[in-house]
């Protein structure tokens, strides 16, 4: 049974950084495209990263451009969301999600077929 399970979320201050993670089970992530998404409180869920399927090319938000980088480890089946220069606007629950083969990936949510429950991100003083 799919399972993603995303880590690293928590409390930094404004320019600081973060890594998120997302580890998969019952699935090998190479032949999915993987996302990164957040939401924050009385906003919707929108496209953060993502990554291709099998060397796929990558795709970032305006937003976050030059500060987040997103990777994955195909041996530990995990991505991973490197985060820098860290604003307050980035506070939000983050959640990765997968979809079966996509090479070019996409950052609207009705692509993918799974998510993980999320990791809170909050960036204050």
């Known amino acids: 049974q799919l399972q993603l399970v995303e880590s690293g979320g928590g409390l930094v201050q404004p320019g600081g950084s973060l890594r998120l993670s997302c580890a998969a089970s019952?699935?090998?992530?190479?032949?999915?495209?993987i996302g990164w998404f957040r939401q924050a409180p009385g906003k919707e869920r929108e496209g953060v990263s993502c990554?291709?399927?099998?060397?796929?090319?990558?795709k970032s938000a305006d937003s976050v451009k030059g500060r987040f980088t997103i990777s994955r480890d195909n041996a530990k089946n995990t991505v991973y969301l490197q985060m820098n220069s860290l604003k307050p606007e980035d506070t939000a629950v983050y959640y990765c999600a997968v979809s079966w083969g996509d090479y070019v990936c996409s950052l609207t949510t009705q692509r993918y077929t799974y998510w993980g429950q999320g990791t809170q991100v909050t960036v204050s003083s």
């Open positions: 990554i291709g399927s099998s060397g796929g090319s990558t």
């Open positions: 019952g699935v090998t992530l190479d032949y999915y495209s």
